[in-house]
């Protein structure tokens, strides 16, 4: 291997690492906030590109009929739990959350698709799109069991990952897609070449992970995030809800992967179950992070993108194996250097 | 009427009944102290009034009733519980901290003063405030829980064994605080097993035992009962 083919698998495994960095991060976020290891973080992904490809061509995407089929069984399950619990009351404010406001967004992109829309608002239309499918999915399925242990939500998440892949195949059928690149442009970086692409991807990694930081470090809502993280009995005695805290979690978590979904649509052909291994790639590098630091999952995550550039060069049969085979290495070296995390380390 | 009212409260465990028919008043402006030995149910009473653990009975505060009601709701409504574990956030700064403390407020306005307020009370936390909140001593924790609380502006504190495991000099300091707490118009509901300090503090008293209310009265009649001294509050 050449220096100057090392440099380009370099920069190529950074850009794949900064779309990992999103998904990343964002599992790490859910994570912490309502204990659960969402899997189906790289279908959301996947399912961005999806929707993306069918605006392009002028189609009303399938993510329409999935959020529309989500608001409905979410909003019976919180009219429900609320009509039993004896608090009626909040039945209105529950129905405007979880069924008109995706139904609005829905309705918006139906009414916007025929007035052939510029690629910007068409990136907005799907993040809009993609947005409400992880908040609904937390509603229906793991808010009925959030006191559950850690294990049983992961295995509830495994499940609702092969649920969300067959409900893409229904809804976005099983050609692969393939969106118009975002930018022509490329550089010379110190003699190598950077096509703009590749540019976006890294920068939108960046930019995105800084608003995250300033958003945890300076707004209300984003301590409160964190202070539900930290202890959910300290946040509840403060008056900060833990389920609105995950809803938050998960609005923001699916907007860094609709972004990754976004910037890694033009490289690559996405299918309805193309998120998988984005999302367990993902997962890895946010093991290497311990799942609980955001620094940690980056450096993870663009390891990871690095690794499998240079895996796929020498050998792009075993370039899966080589990533993966990694987790094993990497989980006896965190059980050595961290003692295991207790769930209170108060007193 | 009361600021606060438990009418026949019992709370269970399964089948063992930890609190059985308390009723208790705390009247506006007033500081009631709870006493009693360990295991006699006072924290669980204090949980199942802040909505953490279901009971029988009835919660009234400001004259409408709380059953039904979730934490998050009450502290809205003004009332705030400083557990006897404190439960900070251990991995974020003091002044977070202190600003999540606000977090129940819809009015943001007296936010910045209140903090201002909290720093002068203790000084201390004004100091450390960009610390972590877990690297704090003892005392400085419960400082930090107790500013915590302050800054929520709340109409009930219940504050659930304060000088748990501190020692004596931050005791006295723990309580002069909770004595000045008169003057902002904030009502304490005080439980402590230091009984001494504690009914030295408080208007009003109750003696738990084995989740029963055995004796009640003002402070000043329970300090100099015979038969307390004896069984807590030690021979002076």
């Known amino acids: 291997m050449t220096s100057d083919i090392a440099a380009i698998l370099a920069i190529d495994g950074i850009a794949t690492g900064a779309i990992y960095v999103l998904v990343a991060v964002g599992t790490v976020l859910i994570f912490t906030v309502t204990r659960v290891m969402f899997i189906p973080f790289g279908d959301i992904a996947a399912f961005t590109a999806l929707t993306l490809a069918a605006l392009e061509t002028g189609h009303l995407p399938g993510t329409v009929g999935l959020v529309l089929v989500l608001a409905v069984l979410a909003s019976l399950a919180e009219c429900w739990s609320l009509g039993r619990s004896g608090r009626g009351r909040h039945i209105p404010k529950a129905l405007a959350f979880y069924l008109l406001l995706p139904v609005l967004v829905a309705l918006f992109v139906r009414l916007a698709l025929p007035l052939a829309p510029s690629m910007p608002v068409r990136i907005v239309l799907a993040l809009l799109l993609v947005m409400p499918i992880s908040p609904l999915l937390d509603r229906i399925v793991f808010r009925p069991i959030a006191d559950a242990s850690v294990l049983l939500l992961l295995i509830v998440s495994m499940a609702l990952h092969f649920a969300l892949v067959g409900l893409g195949l229904l809804f976005f059928g099983p050609e692969g897609v393939r969106t118009q690149p975002l930018t022509d442009s490329a550089f010379e970086v110190l003699g190598v070449h950077v096509n703009g692409q590749t540019l976006l991807i890294v920068i939108a990694s960046i930019v995105f992970s800084g608003l995250l930081y300033l958003f945890f470090g300076f707004t209300l809502t984003g301590k409160a995030l964190r202070a539900t993280a930290v202890n959910r009995t300290g946040a509840r005695l403060m008056g900060i809800r833990p389920a609105r805290s995950g809803t938050i979690a998960y609005l923001v978590g699916s907007l860094m992967a609709g972004v990754s979904g976004i910037l890694v649509a033009p490289v690559n052909t996405i299918f309805y179950d193309s998120g998988f291994l984005l999302g367990l790639k993902a997962f890895v590098g946010a093991i290497i992070g311990g799942l609980a630091s955001y620094p940690g999952t980056a450096i993870g995550a663009v390891f990871v993108g690095v690794l499998e550039s240079f895996a796929s060069f020498e050998s792009s049969a075993l370039k899966e194996v080589i990533v993966f085979s990694l987790l094993i290495p990497i989980l006896i070296w965190r059980s050595i250097v961290s003692p295991h995390i207790e769930e209170e380390v108060e007193e | ?236």
């Open chain 2, 1 to 236: 009427m009361a600021l606060l009212s438990l009418r026949n409260v019992s709370v269970s465990y399964d089948k063992v009944e930890a609190v059985r028919d308390v009723s208790l008043d705390v009247e506006a402006g007033q500081i009631v102290s709870v006493i009693g030995p360990n295991g006699a149910g006072k924290t669980t009473m204090m949980l199942a009034t802040m909505g953490l653990l279901p009971l029988a009975g009835e919660v009234i505060f400001e004259g409408s009733r709380l059953n039904g009601l979730e934490v998050e709701e009450r502290v809205e409504r003004g009332i705030c519980l400083v557990p006897e574990r404190r439960e900070l956030f251990a991995d974020m700064s003091v002044a977070d901290n202190l600003i999540l403390g606000s977090y129940s407020l819809k009015d943001r306005s007296g936010v910045d003063a209140a903090l201002q307020q909290v720093y002068q009370r203790f000084p201390r936390l004004l100091e450390r405030r960009r610390q972590k909140a877990g690297t704090l001593s003892g005392g400085e924790r419960q400082m930090l829980a107790l500013g915590r609380a302050l800054m929520a502006k709340p109409k009930l504190l219940i504050l659930d064994e304060p000088s748990l495991g501190l020692a004596p000099l931050i005791v006295r300091e723990i309580f002069r605080t909770i004595a000045s707490l008169r003057e902002l118009g904030v009502s304490v509901l005080l439980v402590e097993q230091n009984a001494r300090a504690a009914l030295e503090t408080a208007d009003y008293g109750y003696v738990l035992e084995t989740g029963e209310v055995i004796q009640e009265g003002s402070a000043s009649s329970l300090i100099h009962d015979p038969k307390l001294i004896a069984a807590y509050l030690g021979g002076h």
